[in-house]
């Protein structure tokens, strides 16, 4: 039954890094346009400028965090940044009408990296087998 349950999360951290490694790659390359657009989310941390360096950030937190969750290093810190990356794009949805993609898909991401969190990521994570070799 543990290789069943391991074998559940390295699906689940790669799925979910597949998602963040996209979607922050495409932010990168998109430019300064997107950048700004994500860095105005951070007016819910009470930031009031340098929106496209803030947004910057965001996408390359996506980016190597998605990169990180699918190899398996550090899933735990990780999985608590992406967290909270996705709170803030759920508290930030559209409030004027909500449309149900820009909720629904943040919390589910959010929920499996509470998930990831808990749990870390298994025996078949990066992390696991550098540990071994060190002791």
Do not use: H, K
């Not at 993609?101 to 919390?107: D, G, L, R, T």
Request: overall charge neutral; hydrophobic content about 55%.
């Amino acid at each position: 039954m543990p290789f069943n349950n391991d074998l559940g999360l390295l699906a689940i951290r790669v799925g979910t890094g597949i998602i963040f490694l996209t979607r922050g790659f495409l932010s990168i390359f998109a430019g300064s346009g997107r950048w700004y657009e994500l860095g105005t989310r951070m007016l819910y941390f009470d930031v009031q400028s340098a929106y496209s360096l803030w947004g910057f950030i965001i996408a390359l937190l996506m980016t190597l965090g998605g990169l990180l969750l699918i190899v398996g290093l550090r899933v735990r810190p990780v999985a608590a940044v992406l967290a909270i990356v996705s709170f803030l794009a759920l508290a930030t949805a559209p409030s004027v009408y909500i449309d149900i993609v820009s909720v629904v898909y943040p919390f589910a991401t959010m929920c499996v990296l509470f998930g990831l969190v808990l749990t870390g990521g298994g025996s078949m994570a990066a992390d696991t087998y550098l540990t071994r070799s060190t002791e």
